[in-house]
């Protein structure tokens, strides 16, 4: 009886063996990945990357992810603005958040509601991001620099029901700007506004001394809550979603009216802690990217500390002076900032010439020329420069890992971050070779929700399957190491030759009268484009020929890409966090 017992055991498991050996065999390949070895196509060469990082994900909310921060770094400082001469640790970041999240409550937000913020780089920013994270509210981040029709635009076209604005910017007042689309404020109590053209738009706190018609002062606002109230936040926590939204980012604008994209608590919190990889560790960082961009809310705010490190704001405006004297005051090991940032602080340290030698560039914002980043060592003395790329609607997805060598640095944009999947396309859709340019797309837990609006799909950009097709030409590498070889809608076909400007900028950065260049195509009869060199000059310098430009290139590249056209700028038309629009350097070649 034992025995056939036995033998009727032994035949159960070799049948579930056997049904386990089919199913695996029916999983397809690119599904399945190890915790140590990107799965690839290598074996027939094609351009599909994927990595399981070591770590797992986390299932988290920005507000859980402050209060981790919070109990692990407790007095360590977290936030130190030097022109508000403020330095907040984080527990006092966590505490101001709750006074305020629960301030908002107060004034009627709810769960859902959206919330904007238009403001420089300033304490309040990092305070109502996380205040709305642990009040359940979704953040939209707004650009400092818009007039009145820019920010009527945005409040409206999302529901803005309130918002925190600074007192001024760049010596224009917010409120000034806000009677230009809300009169009623002369005549409506606080709280209870009833705007015409913003129907959504209940309540404005402004980060002020002062008290203006219609409107909170934000500090009001931080000690309206009881101690209860501010305590109970904490309670609110666990029934928050890590999958709801979190956050609304409008894309920049360097082609056109910008679209609002939707971001979940998921995403940011998993994308910031995969930012650590830029060896934040601990680090006093001075950070010059605009908190509104992407990379300075979700890759500075949150991922500079989750790696329980310290933000150093050096100035209300960004300000290059201003940026080395704070590294060099607050002993900064790492810098952040855009490829114009770094070509600013390199021309004021050759005048200035500080003492300084901090560790780690991170740039970030738009590409960077070889050239830079070489003279970002030799002249500031950075000992690294590391590379992070993404995208409004994807997060931070490629970035330098700390074992990369100058070589995969200078050319590159970094490995595609763990848990993330990359390919690139051709135009019909199919997967092209390794080191072929194609269309990015990526898919993965950092892309957006979708389009505000627009039910997840706009213009084909983000598909059914996940996958968002970024609009970048791109060539991946079989380790999962990736090249910007620009916009597809940037792309030049002059008389049949496709043509890509950031190769002739690479180039033209080499030479010395040039601080940056620019490479657009312009309408030309003949060849359907032509080729034209926007350029700003070093100081120093005054002009630069067409001929002197042609003969620099000669012999170099292709006689079809030397540029026919050459102007002179002071500074390029940019977007608030540094990308040159090059859509309006077309327009202005036009009006000539």
Same mark, same amino acid.
């Given at each position: 009886?034992?025995?056939?017992?036995?033998?009727?055991?032994?035949?159960?498991?070799?049948k579930?063996?056997?049904?386990?050996?089919?199913?695996?065999?029916?999983?397809?390949?690119?599904?399945?990945?190890?915790?140590?070895?990107?799965?690839?196509?290598?074996?027939?060469?094609?351009?599909y990357?994927?990595?399981?990082?070591?770590?797992?994900?986390?299932?988290?909310?920005?507000?859980?992810?402050?209060?981790?921060?919070?109990?692990?770094?407790?007095?360590?400082?977290?936030?130190?603005?030097?022109?508000?001469?403020?330095?907040?640790?984080?527990?006092?970041?966590?505490?101001?958040?709750?006074?305020?999240?629960?301030?908002?409550?107060?004034?009627?937000?709810?769960?859902?509601?959206?919330?904007?913020?238009?403001?420089p780089?300033?304490?309040?920013?990092?305070v109502?991001?996380?205040?709305a994270?642990?009040?359940?509210?979704?953040?939209?981040?707004?650009?400092?620099?818009?007039?009145?029709?820019?920010?009527?635009?945005?409040?409206?076209?999302?529901?803005?029901?309130?918002?925190?604005?600074?007192?001024?910017?760049?010596?224009?007042?917010?409120?000034?700007?806000l009677?230009?689309?809300?009169?009623?404020?002369?005549?409506?109590?606080?709280?209870?506004?009833?705007?015409?053209? !913003?129907?959504?738009?209940t *309540? +404005?706190?402004?980060?002020?001394?002062?008290?203006?018609?219609? $409107?909170?002062? /934000? %500090?009001? =606002?931080?000690?309206?809550?009881?101690?209860?109230?501010?305590?109970?936040?904490e309670?609110?926590?666990?029934?928050?979603?890590?999958?709801?939204?979190?956050?609304?980012?409008?894309?920049?604008?360097?082609?056109?009216?910008?679209?609002?994209?939707?971001?979940?608590?998921?995403?940011?919190?998993?994308?910031?802690?995969?930012?650590?990889? !830029?060896?934040?560790?601990? *680090? +006093?960082?001075?950070?010059?990217?605009?908190?509104?961009?992407? $990379?300075?809310? /979700? %890759?500075? =705010?949150?991922?500079?500390?989750?790696?329980?490190?310290?933000?150093?704001?050096?100035?209300?405006?960004?300000?290059s002076?201003?940026?080395?004297?704070?590294?060099?005051?607050?002993?900064?090991?790492?810098?952040?900032?855009?490829?114009?940032?770094?070509?600013?602080?390199?021309?004021?340290?050759?005048?200035?010439?500080?003492?300084?030698?901090?560790?780690?560039?991170?740039?970030?914002?738009?590409?960077?020329?070889?050239?830079?980043?070489?003279?970002?060592?030799?002249?500031?003395?950075?000992?690294?420069?590391?590379?992070?790329?993404?995208?409004?609607?994807?997060g931070?997805?490629?970035?330098?890992?700390?074992?990369?060598?100058?070589?995969?640095?200078?050319?590159?944009?970094?490995?595609?971050?763990?848990?993330?999947?990359?390919?690139?396309?051709?135009?019909?859709?199919?997967?092209?070779?390794?080191?072929?340019?194609?269309?990015?797309?990526?898919?993965?837990?950092?892309?957006?929700v979708?389009?505000?609006?627009?039910?997840?799909?706009?213009?084909?950009?983000?598909?059914?399957?996940?996958?968002?097709?970024?609009?970048?030409?791109?060539?991946?590498?079989?380790?999962?190491?990736?090249?910007?070889?620009?916009?597809?809608?940037?792309?030049?076909?002059?008389?049949?030759?496709?043509?890509?400007?950031?190769?002739?900028?690479?180039?033209?950065?080499?030479?010395?009268?040039?601080?940056?260049?620019?490479?657009?195509?312009?309408?030309?009869?003949?060849?359907?484009?032509?080729?034209?060199?926007?350029?700003r000059?070093?100081?120093?310098?005054?002009?630069?020929?067409?001929?002197?430009?042609?003969?620099?290139?000669?012999?170099?590249?292709?006689?079809?890409?030397?540029?026919?056209?050459?102007?002179?700028?002071?500074?390029?038309?940019?977007?608030?966090?540094?990308?040159?629009?090059?859509?309006?350097?077309?327009?202005?070649?036009?009006?000539?």
């Amino acid at each position: 009886m034992v025995d056939l017992l036995g033998l009727i055991v032994k035949m159960q498991i070799l049948k579930c063996s056997v049904r386990l050996v089919k199913l695996f065999s029916n999983i397809p390949k690119s599904l399945v990945s190890s915790s140590t070895k990107g799965r690839n196509y290598s074996e027939n060469g094609l351009s599909y990357f994927h990595k399981v990082g070591k770590e797992p994900l986390v299932y988290r909310t920005i507000g859980q992810q402050l209060t981790h921060l919070a109990n692990k770094n407790g007095d360590r400082e977290a936030i130190v603005a030097i022109e508000e001469n403020r330095r907040l640790t984080f527990n006092q970041l966590q505490l101001e958040a709750d006074h305020l999240a629960a301030g908002l409550q107060r004034l009627g937000l709810q769960r859902g509601d959206r919330i904007g913020i238009w403001a420089p780089q300033i304490v309040a920013w990092p305070v109502v991001l996380f205040a709305a994270a642990r009040a359940g509210l979704i953040l939209v981040t707004l650009n400092p620099a818009y007039e009145a029709t820019e920010l009527e635009f945005c409040l409206r076209s999302v529901g803005v029901k309130a918002l925190v604005a600074a007192d001024s910017f760049r010596g224009k007042s917010y409120h000034e700007k806000l009677l230009e689309i809300i009169p009623e404020l002369t005549s409506t109590k606080s709280g209870r506004i009833q705007s015409s053209k !913003l129907p959504d738009l209940t *309540t +404005i706190l402004i980060d002020s001394e002062k008290n203006y018609d219609g $409107t909170f002062r /934000l %500090g009001d =606002i931080l000690a309206l809550p009881t101690t209860s109230e501010v305590l109970n936040i904490e309670d609110q926590q666990t029934k928050i979603s890590p999958d709801s939204g979190c956050n609304i980012q409008f894309t920049s604008g360097t082609t056109g009216k910008p679209k609002a994209a939707l971001l979940n608590h998921y995403g940011f919190v998993n994308n910031a802690i995969g930012v650590a990889t !830029l060896e934040l560790e601990s *680090t +006093i960082v001075c950070n010059q990217m605009p908190f509104f961009h992407i $990379t300075g809310s /979700l %890759g500075v =705010i949150l991922g500079v500390l989750s790696a329980n490190a310290t933000i150093v704001i050096p100035s209300i405006v960004y300000n290059s002076e201003k940026s080395l004297y704070a590294i060099q005051n607050e002993a900064c090991n790492v810098v952040n900032g855009t490829p114009a940032m770094y070509v600013d602080m390199i021309n004021k340290q050759k005048k200035m010439k500080l003492k300084i030698k901090p560790d780690i560039a991170v740039s970030a914002g738009a590409t960077c020329p070889v050239q830079l980043l070489k003279d970002m060592k030799k002249e500031i003395g950075f000992k690294k420069v590391k590379i992070a790329y993404g995208m409004t609607e994807t997060g931070i997805t490629f970035n330098t890992r700390p074992e990369d060598e100058d070589d995969q640095t200078y050319e590159r944009v970094g490995r595609i971050q763990d848990h993330i999947e990359v390919k690139v396309i051709d135009k019909s859709g199919n997967i092209v070779p390794f080191g072929v340019a194609g269309e990015l797309c990526i898919r993965g837990y950092s892309n957006m929700v979708g389009y505000w609006g627009n039910n997840l799909i706009d213009d084909g950009s983000l598909r059914t399957d996940g996958w968002f097709r970024t609009g970048d030409n791109f060539v991946l590498h079989p380790n999962g190491y990736g090249q910007i070889v620009g916009r597809l809608k940037e792309l030049i076909i002059r008389g049949g030759e496709n043509i890509y400007p950031q190769e002739i900028e690479n180039l033209l950065a080499t030479v010395p009268q040039i601080a940056e260049v620019q490479i657009i195509g312009v309408p030309d009869e003949r060849l359907g484009e032509e080729v034209c060199a926007y350029i700003r000059l070093h100081q120093g310098y005054e002009s630069l020929t067409v001929e002197e430009v042609r003969d620099f290139c000669n012999g170099k590249i292709a006689h079809f890409k030397i540029p026919r056209y050459v102007r002179i700028l002071k500074d390029f038309p940019r977007t608030q966090s540094g990308k040159v629009q090059k859509f309006k350097l077309v327009e202005m070649f036009l009006q000539k």
